[in-house]
């Protein structure tokens, strides 16, 4: 059995940055948060905003900016436990953070979403970890595949018609497996849990589509993708029963802030980044 890595080995696995980074300073981040959470509140759009920042942060591969994010969220002074707010509207984000951030390794991948996860949670008090949801909901048996695939078919279309059948057969067509892995993604993980706001956490369609966007925007590079679930988001006008903030995020105006506000906190978190490539060159 192999306990211990090669001496050369190790050595390698040190170079080429492998850590996260960094939070930036708290002031830079608690100035980025109230500027966009101000805007947010008079969009009434204040869901969206945290999914947005979650997912943003979470791309950027700044774990611990996420357990700032919490603390900023949920407390009237982020650096006072005292200054917490209720019980339940804590669980509530904390729950929605959670959610944001599983649904974001459909874009990006598991590394990133399991070292953001692990910094939300290491911030996270006992009582609100405690109140959150332990027993999965989404494992595969005989009796749900059938409505898991359903699901994720019916976001796939709600997201890329009139062009779902083409690009269908486009990603089959790379791989006979890709379309399949990703229909059954989509209605496991990206798409609204079965029973909707009567699951904890549960992200509606609309805010589905936010999580797409943070992601592949503060991704960068990926512009196929992004348009794809812009489309996605200004689709979502379209769904039954939608509340007063999934209609502004779903709207040209709503969705014009979304993207904005992932820009200006990506341009916050990573100017020291930038400034230290810079000093490089």
């Given at each position: 059995?192999?306990?211990?890595?090669?001496?050369?080995?190790k050595h390698l696995l040190t170079l080429?940055?492998?850590?996260?980074?960094?939070?930036?300073?708290?002031?830079?981040?608690?100035?980025?948060?109230?500027?966009?959470?101000?805007?947010?509140?008079?969009?009434?759009?204040?869901?969206?905003?945290?999914?947005?920042?979650?997912?943003?942060?979470?791309?950027?591969?700044?774990?611990?900016?996420?357990?700032?994010?919490?603390?900023?969220?949920?407390?009237?002074?982020?650096?006072?436990?005292?200054?917490?707010?209720?019980?339940?509207?804590?669980?509530?984000?904390?729950?929605?953070?959670?959610?944001?951030?599983?649904?974001?390794?459909?874009?990006?991948?598991?590394?990133?979403?399991?070292?953001?996860?692990?910094?939300?949670?290491?911030?996270?008090?006992?009582?609100?970890?405690?109140?959150?949801?332990?027993?999965?909901?989404?494992?595969?048996?005989?009796?749900?595949?059938?409505?898991?695939?359903?699901?994720?078919?019916?976001?796939?279309?709600?997201?890329?018609?009139?062009?779902?059948?083409?690009?269908?057969?486009?990603?089959?067509?790379?791989?006979?497996?890709?379309?399949?892995?990703?229909?059954?993604?989509?209605?496991?993980?990206?798409?609204?849990?079965?029973?909707?706001?009567?699951?904890?956490?549960?992200?509606?369609?609309?805010?589905?589509?936010?999580?797409?966007?943070?992601?592949?925007?503060?991704?960068g590079r990926v512009g196929p993708q992004?348009?794809?679930?812009?489309?996605?988001?200004?689709?979502?006008?379209?769904?039954?029963?939608?509340?007063?903030?999934?209609?502004?995020?779903?709207?040209?105006?709503?969705?014009?802030?979304?993207?904005?506000?992932?820009?200006?906190?990506?341009?916050?978190?990573?100017?020291?980044?930038?400034?230290?490539?810079?000093?490089?060159?």
């Amino acid at each position: 059995m192999v306990k211990h890595l090669p001496p050369a080995v190790k050595h390698l696995l040190t170079l080429r940055n492998p850590e996260a980074w960094p939070s930036p300073s708290l002031g830079k981040l608690h100035n980025v948060f109230n500027r966009t959470l101000n805007e947010a509140k008079q969009r009434n759009a204040e869901n969206g905003w945290l999914v947005l920042s979650t997912c943003t942060l979470l791309t950027t591969n700044r774990p611990s900016s996420v357990g700032h994010l919490y603390r900023f969220a949920t407390r009237s002074d982020p650096n006072s436990l005292e200054s917490r707010k209720s019980l339940t509207e804590v669980v509530y984000k904390a729950a929605l953070m959670r959610e944001a951030a599983l649904k974001s390794v459909i874009f990006v991948g598991v590394p990133r979403t399991i070292l953001s996860l692990t910094g939300l949670k290491d911030a996270l008090e006992e009582d609100v970890y405690a109140a959150l949801r332990k027993n999965s909901i989404r494992e595969a048996t005989p009796q749900t595949i059938e409505a898991t695939v359903a699901r994720g078919q019916t976001l796939w279309n709600s997201i890329y018609q009139p062009h779902a059948v083409k690009l269908y057969n486009k990603l089959g067509d790379l791989h006979p497996d890709f379309i399949k892995f990703i229909i059954q993604a989509y209605g496991t993980v990206l798409s609204p849990l079965p029973r909707g706001d009567l699951e904890q956490g549960n992200l509606t369609r609309a805010l589905g589509s936010v999580v797409g966007i943070a992601t592949l925007r503060a991704e960068g590079r990926v512009g196929p993708q992004l348009i794809s679930h812009v489309f996605g988001l200004l689709k979502a006008r379209n769904e039954e029963n939608l509340n007063d903030e999934d209609k502004y995020l779903s709207s040209d105006e709503g969705t014009e802030w979304v993207v904005r506000t992932i820009d200006e906190i990506v341009d916050a978190v990573t100017s020291e980044e930038a400034s230290l490539a810079k000093g490089k060159l």
